[in-house]
């Protein structure tokens, strides 16, 4: 076990689990980023209007995995979920991501 996973848990786990409850996967890049590649089935909301969508994303009833580019804007779209009572985990950059589905 690495360092890593001993201070934050094995996020690949993680993933997992949330893909086997249905995970929504959450994009937070600009719709312009987003229209460069992104993972399929993935949902764009950008991190600028996460907030105002606090109500739809709840309504989906199921777990969440935010990405992003390198991983920083979706740590902070995971903390703002968890925030407001979602579940959420960052799953990092959408193409570091992808490759672990």
Same mark, same amino acid.
């Given at each position: 076990m690495g360092l890593l996973d001993f201070l934050f848990g094995n996020k690949n786990n993680m993933i997992k689990d949330f893909q086997s409850r249905g995970a929504v996967i959450i994009d937070v890049r600009t719709a312009q980023e987003y229209g460069q590649?992104? %993972?399929?089935?993935?949902?764009?909301?950008?991190?600028q209007v996460i +907030? /105002? !969508?606090?109500?739809?994303i709840k309504k989906l009833n199921k777990p969440v995995i935010t990405c992003c580019a390198s991983g920083m804007r979706s740590g902070s779209a995971a903390s703002i979920l968890?925030?407001?009572? %979602?579940?959420?985990?960052?799953?990092?950059?959408?193409?570091?991501? +992808? /490759? !672990?589905?």
């Open positions: 590649g992104a %993972i399929s089935g993935s949902k764009n909301i950008p991190l +907030n /105002s !969508k606090i109500n739809e968890k925030n407001n009572g %979602i579940e959420a985990i960052n799953g990092g950059g959408w193409s570091s991501l +992808n /490759s !672990k589905l």
